[in-house]
């Protein structure tokens, strides 16, 4: 009975020890901070990253994703300390240090047990849950402590535990010496190193290396260039410069305008990383972790590129092949030329051009999805309409959040006459992109054929108006 209400008070007080600090539970002590862990679960925000070798969309990672990061990014000394306390804690006598010893493996493992369990939004790593490491480490040591305590006491054994303790450190303080200021992109020996993590797990998620990149072009570049593209921007570097910034996706770099772009790994297709075909040949300078690449600062090759892709935006298909053709010959591993090139090619039917660009393309990036998709719409235009249907579904397979490839899908199964078919992939193609165009004129043409004229017209209206905020049409 004493244990019970020690343990209530100790749990009473640790809550509101934990919000001192914290004004938006201060407010409402019991309200918001559940509505903080609402938000964990139910967070808005999903990025892609890589997992395992392959893309996931952080709200689709296996249940397993923060296990693993665990165990492949903390010291072999902290797992080792961490597996000697799990089996020695049964072992303590003492009623103080059993209690103890419980909390501090609650406070350890339930907010990652909670988050498993709700299936929580989480990304770059345990990043989140930092929190936790304060108490995995006490737990470690108590561990470690029990093996020296079980040892005896011949010296040599002891000697040769320390020694043993020591090897277990080098690898994460060398690291963390060696790589300064990106020790949080430590891989332990379980992944192999950064070596073994290249390519199958994310490194610079905090995109710490920007900060040399733009060092590098201040300092280094003299053109003055007017555009400073990145794939993910933070507004301080930008403060008092004379460039502008662009937020890009790496592989849509040919449809802006820029003059240099800084492009962190992250965001990337592994099969790219893995093969050396990231950084592009353009690259002029790159930030490294143990002789790998984590950023890279591109100088554009040329901008016919985004002229092809303003010809293609304004229905000039001729002019745009010519111009994405000649900057090909420039800039020939530049996928987002091909995609444009591609497309070029199919809306002017001339289908085994545009085969022949897909199949380079997926030489370069064999699971790229705008490939895929344009693989399936030409299946589509040559009436294999059931063989375009299985490359669109492999498509919002592999992606689900692919929305163009929804709508197209929809376009299918109106030509097979499966039309409520055709509303659920409209829906669910407007449910991950509200403001995609084409969905909503497809959409208001079925709902007119099926009397409901009001909104059906509603729905071409807003199509009209071109509200389409993302994506290629």
């Given at each position: 009975?004493?244990?019970t209400?020690?343990?209530?008070?100790?749990?009473?007080?640790?809550?509101?020890?934990?919000?001192?600090?914290w004004?938006?539970?201060?407010?409402?002590?019991?309200?918001?901070?559940?509505?903080?862990?609402?938000?964990?679960?139910?967070?808005?925000?999903?990025?892609?990253?890589?997992?395992?070798?392959?893309?996931?969309?952080?709200?689709?990672?296996?249940?397993?994703?923060?296990?693993?990061?665990?165990?492949?990014?903390?010291?072999?000394?902290?797992?080792?300390?961490?597996?000697?306390?799990?089996?020695?804690?049964?072992?303590?006598?003492?009623?103080?240090?059993?209690i103890?010893?419980?909390?501090?493996?609650?406070?350890?493992?339930?907010?990652?047990?909670?988050?498993?369990?709700?299936?929580?939004?989480?990304?770059?790593?345990?990043?989140?849950f930092?929190?936790?490491?304060?108490?995995?480490i006490?737990?470690?040591?108590?561990?470690?402590?029990?093996?020296f305590?079980?040892?005896?006491?011949?010296?040599?054994?002891?000697?040769?535990?320390?020694?043993?303790?020591?090897?277990?450190?080098?690898?994460?303080?060398?690291?963390?010496?060696?790589?300064?200021?990106?020790?949080?992109?430590?891989?332990?020996?379980?992944?192999?190193?950064?070596?073994?993590?290249?390519?199958?797990?994310?490194?610079?998620?905090?995109?710490?290396?920007?900060?040399?990149?733009?060092?590098?072009?201040?300092?280094?570049v003299?053109?003055?260039?007017?555009?400073?593209?990145?794939?993910?921007?933070i507004?301080?570097?930008?403060?008092?410069?004379?460039?502008?910034?662009?937020?890009?996706?790496?592989?849509?770099?040919?449809?802006?305008?820029?003059?240099?772009?800084?492009?962190?790994?992250?965001?990337?297709?592994?099969?790219?990383?893995k093969?050396?075909?990231?950084?592009?040949?353009?690259?002029?300078?790159?930030?490294?972790?143990e002789?790998?690449?984590?950023?890279?600062?591109?100088?554009?090759?040329?901008k016919?590129?985004?002229?092809?892709?303003?010809?293609?935006?304004?229905?000039?298909?001729?002019?745009?092949?010519?111009?994405?053709?000649?900057?090909?010959?420039?800039?020939?591993n530049?996928?987002?030329?091909?995609i444009?090139?591609?497309?070029?090619?199919?809306?002017?039917?001339?289908?085994?051009?545009?085969?022949?660009?897909?199949?380079?393309?997926?030489?370069?990036?064999p699971?790229?999805?705008?490939?895929?998709?344009?693989?399936?719409?030409?299946?589509?235009?040559?009436?294999?309409?059931?063989?375009?249907?299985?490359?669109?579904?492999?498509?919002?397979?592999?992606?689900?959040?692919?929305?163009?490839?929804?709508?197209?899908?929809?376009?299918?199964?109106?030509?097979?006459?499966?039309?409520?078919?055709?509303?659920?992939?409209?829906?669910?193609?407007?449910?991950?992109?509200?403001?995609?165009?084409?969905?909503?004129?497809?959409?208001?043409?079925i709902?007119?054929?099926?009397?409901?004229?009001?909104?059906?017209?509603?729905?071409?209206?807003?199509?009209?108006?071109?509200?389409?905020?993302?994506?290629?049409?």
């Open positions: 009975m004493r244990l209400i020690l343990s209530g008070i100790v749990l009473v007080l640790s809550f509101f020890i934990g919000i001192l600090l004004p938006f539970a201060l407010e409402s002590p019991l309200a918001n901070p559940k509505a903080s862990l609402d938000l964990m679960h139910n967070y808005p925000t999903t990025v892609r990253q890589i997992f395992e070798g392959k893309l996931y969309w952080s709200d689709n990672f296996p249940w397993y994703y923060l296990l693993k990061y665990l165990w492949i990014t903390l010291p072999l000394i902290v797992l080792v300390g961490f597996g000697a306390f799990l089996a020695t804690v049964w072992k303590f006598k003492d009623k103080e240090s059993i103890l010893s419980i909390f501090t493996l609650i406070a350890f493992g339930f907010p990652l047990f909670y988050a498993i369990a709700t299936g929580s939004n989480v990304y770059g790593g345990w990043r989140q930092l929190f936790v490491l304060p108490p995995l006490v737990l470690a040591s108590l561990g470690i402590w029990a093996l305590a079980q040892l005896g006491s011949r010296l040599i054994v002891r000697y040769a535990a320390i020694l043993i303790f020591i090897i277990l450190l080098y690898h994460p303080i060398r690291f963390s010496f060696l790589n300064y200021p990106y020790q949080y992109t430590y891989f332990n020996q379980f992944a192999g190193g950064i070596e073994g993590a290249y390519g199958n797990y994310e490194l610079d998620y905090y995109f710490t290396s920007y900060k040399k990149a733009y060092e590098f072009i201040d300092n280094q003299s053109d003055n260039p007017k555009i400073v593209a990145a794939n993910f921007i507004p301080e570097y930008y403060r008092n410069k004379t460039y502008n910034p662009l937020l890009i996706d790496y592989y849509d770099r040919a449809s802006t305008d820029w003059d240099y772009a800084i492009i962190c790994n992250t965001f990337l297709d592994p099969y790219q990383l093969n050396g075909i990231w950084p592009p040949a353009n690259t002029i300078y790159t930030e490294e972790v002789g790998w690449p984590i950023m890279a600062v591109i100088k554009r090759a040329t016919i590129d985004f002229e092809g892709k303003q010809f293609l935006d304004q229905g000039n298909f001729a002019g745009a092949i010519e111009k994405l053709n000649n900057a090909l010959e420039i800039d020939s530049n996928e987002s030329i091909m444009n090139l591609a497309n070029a090619y199919l809306k002017s039917q001339k289908y085994n051009e545009a085969n022949s660009i897909i199949g380079r393309l997926q030489s370069i990036y699971n790229n999805e705008w490939a895929t998709d344009m693989q399936a719409r030409i299946l589509l235009e040559n009436g294999k309409v059931n063989d375009a249907i299985e490359l669109f579904r492999k498509n919002i397979d592999y992606n689900y959040k692919f929305y163009h490839s929804y709508v197209e899908m929809a376009k299918a199964y109106v030509i097979l006459g499966k039309i409520d078919e055709a509303v659920k992939y409209l829906k669910a193609g407007l449910r991950i992109n509200p403001y995609y165009e084409p969905a909503y004129k497809i959409y208001g043409q709902l007119i054929e099926r009397g409901d004229v009001e909104l059906g017209e509603k729905m071409l209206e807003f199509s009209i108006e071109g509200n389409s905020k993302y994506g290629r049409k």
